[in-house]
């Protein structure tokens, strides 16, 4: 199984990307999907999860706000839509999928099944 990202790249301060994920099954488009990141030299951190439909979603206190995930379940894709990004938002951005219900909401990695390659996202002026 595969989680395949994309959408990372450079941009300035402000700015907004849009980080997509993509499962290579869609036995897994019935799984909550998480978004986490890893800045140098730093633990990886949650940043929140959307549920299959999209009606529970939570966010870290760090982006709340800014930051807005989503599934389209025709595409069996995941979005994570980034907006008035900031320096201390550059990391390597994952996602991943959980099916463990509730408990995928709670920010712990090991209730997470599948991850993906992850995608550098470099905010910088």
């Known amino acids: 199984v595969q989680l395949v990202e994309s959408g990372g790249g450079l941009v300035q301060p402000g700015g907004s990307l849009r980080l997509s994920c993509t499962p290579s099954?869609?036995?897994?488009?019935?799984?909550?999907m998480g978004w986490f990141r890893q800045a140098p030299g730093k633990d990886r951190e949650y940043v929140g999860a959307?549920?299959?439909?999209?009606?529970?979603?939570t966010y870290a206190d760090s982006v709340k706000g800014r930051f807005s995930m989503s599934r389209d379940s025709a595409k069996n894709t995941g979005y994570l839509q980034m907006n008035n990004l900031r320096s201390e938002d550059t990391a390597v951005y994952f996602c991943?999928?959980?099916?463990?219900?509730?408990?995928?909401?709670?920010?712990?990695?090991?209730?997470?099944?599948?991850w993906g390659q992850g995608t550098q996202v470099t905010v910088s002026s």
């Open positions: 099954e869609r036995t897994f488009s019935s799984d909550v």
């Open positions: 959307v549920s299959w439909t999209g009606q529970m979603v």
């Open positions: 991943a999928t959980c099916s463990s219900n509730l408990r995928c909401y709670g920010g712990r990695m090991d209730f997470y099944d599948y």
